[in-house]
């Protein structure tokens, strides 16, 4: 990563992706625009199907083919528009660029392999070096993530790992070949409570050594108060309010913020009994 503290890595100008079926066409992403600098965390929101996930898989050019589409808009990284790229071109950006956590780990760790060969096949990617070398550094980013005993756990099954830990090892693939951007798509829900908090830790921790820019999607609050620099608020395809945490919470303009805002349980409000 080498872009200076603070400075512009993305800029997303009125992106639209659609999903066409044989009868109607599926506005998922509608014209959104949003930017994200270099040490920075932003927060996309919504109830589900709103079109965080779209979003994130429009910026990695990941959209479900033939059905879907981006139709317009710019995504500019870095200046260059990963629209117009091909795909050979977006291979060289996945990963290494920009890298994406998903909500459940089980589903990006091939149960078939030991996590090892799994970091070490991501690091080869840009890594021409032996497989001693490669050992190494597999293990080095299982300790960058608080593995404990990384050079044991390197011949372990994902089925042989807790779900926090397992969630780490995403972790650690996703920042392998260091990249700019991290895409978090929901990444604590399938985690208790303790865990969540030990993992968003560990992802603040990182950030704050590396300038990772962080675009985390969550219906959680809690998360976003947590994790957060500012917060883009999706309904229906479109970005219906977007700023700083602070002003999110403190002063919510558009009523579907407002809703999201008053649906959210509070400790000092008296329940009535059902």
Same mark, same amino acid.
């Given at each position: 990563?080498?872009?200076?503290?603070?400075?512009?890595?993305?800029?997303?100008?009125?992106?639209?992706?659609?999903?066409?079926?044989?009868?109607?066409?599926? /506005?998922?992403?509608?014209?959104?625009?949003?930017?994200?600098?270099?040490?920075?965390?932003?927060?996309?929101?919504?109830?589900?199907?709103?079109?965080?996930?779209?979003?994130?898989?429009?910026?990695?050019?990941?959209?479900?083919?033939?059905?879907?589409?981006?139709?317009?808009?710019?995504?500019?990284?870095?200046?260059?528009?990963?629209?117009?790229?091909?795909?050979?071109?977006?291979?060289?950006?996945?990963?290494?660029?920009?890298?994406?956590?998903?909500?459940?780990?089980?589903?990006?760790?091939?149960?078939?392999?030991?996590?090892?060969?799994?970091?070490?096949?991501?690091?080869?990617?840009?890594? /021409?070096?032996?497989?001693?070398?490669?050992?190494?550094?597999?293990?080095?980013?299982?300790?960058?993530?608080?593995?404990?005993?990384?050079?044991?756990?390197?011949?372990?099954?994902?089925?042989?790992?807790?779900?926090?830990?397992?969630?780490?090892?995403?972790?650690?693939?996703?920042?392998?070949?260091?990249?700019?951007?991290?895409?978090?798509?929901?990444?604590?829900?399938?985690?208790?409570?303790?865990?969540?908090?030990?993992?968003?830790?560990?992802?603040?921790?990182?950030?704050?050594?590396?300038?990772?820019?962080?675009?985390?999607?969550?219906?959680?609050?809690?998360?976003?108060?947590?994790?957060?620099?500012?917060?883009?608020?999706?309904?229906?395809?479109?970005?219906?309010?977007?700023?700083?945490?602070?002003?999110?919470?403190?002063?919510?303009?558009?009523?579907?913020?407002?809703?999201?805002?008053?649906?959210?349980?509070?400790?000092?409000?008296?329940?009535?009994?059902?």
């Amino acid at each position: 990563m080498s872009t200076a503290p603070g400075e512009l890595i993305l800029e997303v100008n009125d992106l639209r992706t659609y999903i066409y079926t044989r009868t109607s066409v599926v /506005k998922a992403v509608d014209g959104i625009s949003f930017y994200l600098n270099r040490g920075e965390t932003l927060g996309i929101v919504g109830e589900s199907g709103c079109g965080k996930t779209m979003t994130a898989l429009s910026l990695l050019r990941l959209i479900p083919r033939p059905a879907g589409r981006i139709v317009s808009g710019e995504i500019l990284l870095h200046g260059e528009d990963l629209v117009q790229k091909s795909e050979e071109e977006m291979r060289q950006v996945r990963g290494q660029k920009i890298s994406m956590i998903l909500q459940d780990p089980q589903t990006s760790l091939n149960p078939v392999f030991n996590i090892g060969n799994q970091l070490m096949e991501s690091l080869a990617l840009t890594h /021409k070096e032996g497989r001693r070398n490669l050992w190494q550094r597999a293990v080095d980013s299982l300790r960058n993530v608080n593995v404990a005993a990384p050079e044991r756990r390197m011949d372990d099954f994902p089925h042989q790992m807790s779900g926090g830990m397992k969630q780490r090892v995403v972790g650690a693939i996703a920042m392998s070949l260091e990249p700019d951007i991290i895409i978090a798509d929901e990444p604590t829900t399938a985690l208790d409570v303790t865990i969540q908090l030990q993992y968003l830790r560990l992802l603040k921790d990182i950030q704050a050594r590396t300038g990772l820019a962080i675009i985390f999607i969550t219906h959680d609050f809690g998360v976003v108060a947590r994790m957060c620099d500012r917060v883009a608020v999706m309904y229906a395809g479109h970005i219906v309010e977007h700023g700083s945490v602070r002003d999110l919470f403190n002063n919510p303009q558009h009523p579907y913020t407002q809703a999201l805002m008053a649906s959210v349980p509070k400790m000092e409000e008296k329940v009535d009994r059902l």
